[in-house]
């Protein structure tokens, strides 16, 4: 996976991938754990991190972090900000705002198996050295 920031070079990315591992403590409660991905298999569900940071002398402002999303996986909707593409990142919205054309002439409702891409869009100017991150969770089909 590469992550993209358009126009923005001195922005620089990184993508983390983990596996989110599920078990009982001591205590009998349950305790999610992430681990770096080493192998993924059918069924694993997936946290991929987007870190990224201004790397230039001067601020950078309309920033938007963006990342396609592999066939492999099927991507988790919960996150508010998440903007997201289902054309290759044609076009942007949420995903109850997008419709995928059928092979009859009609359209039908996007759904998480359509999306390619996904997107967010910093709120702020990055200051220079500035950082942050975004995730995302993903089911490995």
Do not use: C
């Not at 070079?9 to 001591?26: C, G, I, K, M, Y």
């Not at 305790?31 to 991190?49: A, F, H, M, N, W």
Request: no cysteine; net charge positive; aromatic share 4%.
């Amino acid at each position: 996976m590469t992550p993209l920031v358009a126009g923005k070079p001195s922005v620089v990315l990184a993508s983390h991938l983990f596996v989110e591992q599920l078990s009982t403590d001591a205590n009998g409660k349950p305790r999610r754990t992430l681990v770096p991905v080493k192998r993924i298999e059918r069924g694993d569900r997936l946290i991929v991190v987007l870190r990224y940071r201004n790397a230039g002398p001067t601020p950078v402002d309309g920033v938007a972090v963006t990342n396609p999303v592999p066939s492999a996986l099927r991507i988790d909707m919960t996150s508010p900000a998440m903007q997201v593409s289902i054309d290759h990142g044609q076009s942007w919205g949420r995903l109850d705002q997008l419709s995928v054309a059928t092979g009859l002439g009609g359209t039908r409702r996007a759904t998480a198996d359509d999306v390619t891409h996904v997107r967010w869009s910093v709120p702020h100017a990055l200051r220079p050295g500035a950082q942050g991150q975004v995730s995302y969770r993903a089911i490995v089909r």
